[in-house]
T-cell receptor
Framework: DAGVIQSPRHEVTEMGQEVTLRCKPI?????LFWYRQTMMRGLELLIY????????DSGMPEDRFSAKMPNASFSTLKIQPSEPRDSAVYFC????????????????FGDGTRLSIL | GESVGLHLPTLSVQEGDNSIINCAYS??????FIWYKQESGKGPQFIID?????DKRQGQRVTVLLNKTVKHLSLQIAATQPGDSAVYFC???????????FGKGTKLTVNP
């Protein structure tokens, strides 16, 4: 079975450039999550969607970060302009969520995008 | 806000031994708990979950114990194998939302 698919797996770019990370959730899952993982801060939730609608974006660091989910099978996380402190591994996860919470279903993660901003 | 802590950042065991990884949490309203395994270069992989109406759940070679009185969660791995070497995270769901709160992880090393 296909899991969560992320692209690219690795991205190296210079500061100031726009970065777009992509995610395809597991078919049938209706909740999608973007996380960032660093050694210092661990796994941090950036934003999550339910039925393609952003529910909580309180973890998005600043206006340079934006996320979209135009349909049930695709989401993007964009950083513009990128900065060296954005270097991290970015994960996408999906689950069979419930509107209003309390679905109590596990989130399934992709293998991440390792982002390096020079 | 919720916080999730781990008792040990690293754990080293001999192949064939049983491993126990512990986790403490602070919010008594949390009602869903998950253990994840993360290998190098990969995303967290779901291992086992437990709901607050249970105190024990078993999977293949793994058991999760939940003690709501002391807000403690543990993962037991039986007959640990080299392939079990990874970082293990506990996570819990904040009541009323889909937001998982993760602990900082325990690195398990299995020595042959």
């Amino acid at each position: 079975d296909a899991g969560v698919i992320q692209s690219p797996r690795h991205e190296v770019t210079e500061m100031g450039q726009e970065v777009t990370l992509r995610c395809k959730p597991i078919s049938g899952h209706n909740s999608l999550f973007w996380y960032r993982q660093t050694m210092m801060r661990g796994l941090e939730l950036l934003i999550y969607f339910n039925n393609n609608v952003p529910i909580d974006d309180s973890g998005m660091p600043e206006d340079r970060f934006s996320a979209k989910m135009p349909n049930a099978s695709f989401s993007t996380l964009k950083i513009q302009p990128s900065e060296p402190r954005d270097s991290a591994v970015y994960f996408c996860a999906s689950s069979l969520g419930a509107t209003g919470g309390y679905s109590n279903q596990p989130q399934h993660f992709g293998d991440g995008t390792r982002l390096s901003i020079l | 806000g919720e916080s999730v802590g781990l008792h040990l950042p690293t754990l080293s065991v001999q192949e064939g031994d049983n491993s126990i990884i512990n986790c403490a949490y602070s919010n008594s309203a949390s009602d869903y708990f998950i253990w994840y395994k993360q290998e190098s270069g990969k995303g967290p992989q779901f291992i086992i979950d437990i709901r607050s109406n249970m105190d024990k759940r078993q999977g293949q070679r793994v058991t999760v114990l939940l003690n709501k009185t002391v807000k403690h969660l543990s993962l037991q791995i039986a007959a640990t194998q080299p392939g079990d070497s990874a970082v293990y995270f506990c996570a819990l769901l904040q009541g009323g939302s889909e937001k998982l709160v993760f602990g900082k992880g325990t690195k398990l090393t299995v020595n042959p």
